[in-house]
């Protein structure tokens, strides 16, 4: 059913569930305000259904979005006429959304979709980010839940953020979710690996197509052109022929944190 799902249908429906959930209602509630059945907001939330413009009105009214739906479902139509991806969607986060892949390589600091709340709020300034990234993890639970497929490097392990308890909460975390089957977990060890130069993330979309995210000095870089993704995919399969495997990782993580965190 999913493959079927137009990709901007699915990527306004997380768009709509971010909203809802931000401002603290259920589906039923939200069905309410804009006098409609919960069903219905269960399919735009799917990706199911394309609403009509001025319901993606209501929502915004009813959610005090301003006009980000009206926008997005607006790109929406733009890009099913031209056949080409709205704006909104070329964000990383966007995408990561209603992926059906995911794969990232970190070499400082454990990603963002695994990381625990004390944990990232050592990393981020307020509250609503730190909202923002624990509600990214949701995708890790979704049914079906995406393949996700990590590497890190091994001096993440060691590299202290918050103090030993943190670490230890963490790396107790990373340990369960290796052993839960929701990550494919493996890290890297310190050594030179070829043609790996930083941080990078690339999400599958349901329609095959991907989008990439690498991390730079002064921010982040998205993109979705062929060549640059050529790259990140071709870096990744270097990366997973050099690094340890599922259960050689968890074992290094077992020992990490037993010697060094607790």
Same mark, same amino acid.
């Given at each position: 059913? #999913?493959?079927?799902?137009?990709?901007?249908?699915?990527?306004?429906?997380? %768009? /709509?569930?971010?909203?809802?959930?931000? +401002?603290?209602?259920?589906? #039923?509630?939200?069905? &309410?305000? /804009?006098?409609?059945?919960?069903?219905?907001?269960?399919?735009?939330?799917?990706?199911?259904?394309?609403?009509?413009?001025?319901?993606?009105?209501?929502?915004?009214?009813?959610?005090?979005?301003?006009?980000?739906?009206?926008?997005? =479902?607006?790109?929406?139509?733009?890009?099913?006429?031209?056949?080409?991806? $709205?704006?909104?969607? +070329?964000?990383? !986060?966007?995408?990561?959304?209603?992926?059906?892949?995911?794969?990232?390589?970190?070499?400082?600091?454990?990603?963002?979709?695994?990381?625990?709340?004390?944990?990232?709020?050592?990393?981020?300034?307020?509250?609503?980010?730190?909202?923002?990234?624990?509600?990214?993890?949701?995708?890790?639970?979704?049914? $079906?839940? !995406?393949? /996700?497929?990590?590497?890190?490097?091994?001096?993440?392990?060691?590299?202290?953020?918050?103090?030993?308890?943190?670490?230890? %909460?963490?790396?107790?975390? @990373?340990?369960?979710?290796?052993?839960?089957?929701?990550?494919?977990?493996?890290? +890297?060890?310190?050594?030179?690996?070829?043609?790996? =130069?930083?941080?990078?993330?690339?999400?599958?979309? !349901?329609?095959?197509? #991907? /989008?990439?995210?690498?991390?730079?000095?002064?921010?982040?870089?998205?993109?979705?052109? $062929?060549?640059?993704?050529?790259?990140?995919?071709?870096?990744?399969?270097?990366?997973?022929? %050099?690094? @340890?495997?599922?259960?050689?990782?968890?074992?290094?993580?077992?020992?990490?944190? &037993?010697?060094? =965190?607790?």
């Amino acid at each position: 059913m #999913q493959n079927r799902i137009k990709p901007e249908f699915l990527s306004f429906g997380a %768009e /709509v569930r971010r909203l809802r959930k931000a +401002a603290g209602l259920n589906q #039923q509630r939200l069905a &309410d305000l /804009v006098n409609v059945t919960r069903s219905y907001i269960t399919q735009i939330e799917a990706g199911r259904t394309r609403c009509r413009r001025d319901m993606a009105l209501r929502l915004d009214r009813a959610l005090k979005a301003g006009t980000t739906l009206v926008e997005a =479902w607006d790109e929406l139509l733009e890009s099913i006429k031209s056949d080409k991806y $709205p704006k909104h969607f +070329a964000s990383y !986060p966007k995408a990561e959304q209603s992926a059906i892949m995911v794969r990232a390589y970190e070499e400082r600091l454990v990603p963002g979709l695994l990381q625990k709340e004390a944990y990232a709020r050592v990393l981020l300034r307020d509250e609503d980010a730190v909202e923002n990234r624990m509600r990214r993890q949701e995708i890790l639970y979704r049914n $079906p839940p !995406p393949v /996700v497929s990590i590497i890190m490097d091994e001096t993440v392990l060691y590299r202290e953020v918050g103090g030993p308890e943190v670490m230890k %909460e963490q790396l107790e975390y @990373l340990y369960e979710l290796s052993l839960s089957g929701k990550v494919q977990l493996q890290v +890297a060890p310190i050594r030179y690996i070829r043609n790996v =130069w930083g941080s990078f993330h690339v999400a599958t979309r !349901p329609d095959h197509k #991907q /989008v990439a995210y690498a991390i730079k000095a002064w921010g982040g870089e998205t993109t979705t052109d $062929p060549d640059e993704i050529a790259v990140a995919n071709e870096t990744f399969v270097i990366l997973q022929s %050099e690094a @340890l495997n599922v259960r050689e990782t968890r074992l290094l993580i077992r020992k990490v944190i &037993d010697e060094r =965190w607790t």
